[in-house]
């Protein structure tokens, strides 16, 4: 039963989604190794732009309407590294909420694309 469905209704819909990126986002802010890059930033504005992001792209009725990402990002002094602890902030995430190998796998290979336009080279 489960097969036909999109990511977004077997993460669980918008609440689910909502509950990722809060918790992704407070590991998110206690990461030393990344958090320098949010000193200002409006956690509210910037959570709710993610769980469209996410919402939009693993198939929910939402649409994303914040800054493509390489215009985002542009210019912020992103390298690999950072790029690979926000990774593992979000893996800790997804372990917590028991979100099975198959989702995480699918999530992964939604964002792993982006990752030119984040990173600098
Ligand atoms: C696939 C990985 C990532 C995704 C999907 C993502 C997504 C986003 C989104 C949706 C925004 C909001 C854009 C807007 O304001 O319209 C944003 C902003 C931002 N991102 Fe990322 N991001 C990723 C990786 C990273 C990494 C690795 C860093 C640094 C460690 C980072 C740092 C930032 C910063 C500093 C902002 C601006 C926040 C603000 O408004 O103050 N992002 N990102």
Same mark, same amino acid.
């Given at each position: 039963?489960?097969?036909?469905?999109?990511?977004?209704?077997?993460?669980?819909?918008?609440?689910?989604?909502?509950?990722? &990126? %809060?918790?992704?986002? +407070?590991?998110?802010?206690?990461?030393?190794?990344?958090? @320098?890059?949010?000193? $200002? /930033?409006?956690?509210?504005?910037?959570?709710?732009?993610? &769980? %469209?992001?996410?919402? +939009?792209?693993?198939?929910?009725?939402?649409?994303?309407? @914040?800054?493509?990402? $390489? /215009?985002?990002?542009?210019?912020?002094?992103?390298?690999?590294?950072?790029?690979?602890?926000?990774?593992?902030?979000?893996?800790?995430?997804?372990?917590?909420?028991?979100?099975?190998?198959?989702?995480?796998?699918?999530?992964?290979?939604?964002?792993?694309?982006?990752?030119?336009?984040?990173?600098?080279?």
């Amino acid at each position: 039963a489960e097969a036909g469905k999109s990511l977004y209704e077997r993460l669980g819909g918008r609440p689910a989604i909502v509950a990722v &990126v %809060d918790d992704f986002v +407070a590991n998110v802010a206690a990461d030393k190794r990344i958090n @320098g890059f949010f000193a $200002k /930033t409006d956690a509210k504005s910037f959570k709710a732009k993610l &769980v %469209d992001q996410l919402c +939009a792209g693993t198939g929910g009725p939402c649409v994303y309407t @914040g800054k493509d990402m $390489k /215009t985002a990002h542009q210019g912020r002094g992103i390298h690999e590294e950072h790029f690979a602890a926000l990774v593992e902030d979000l893996d800790r995430t997804l372990a917590k909420f028991k979100v099975p190998a198959r989702e995480q796998k699918e999530l992964l290979a939604i964002l792993a694309p982006m990752k030119p336009d984040i990173v600098e080279k």
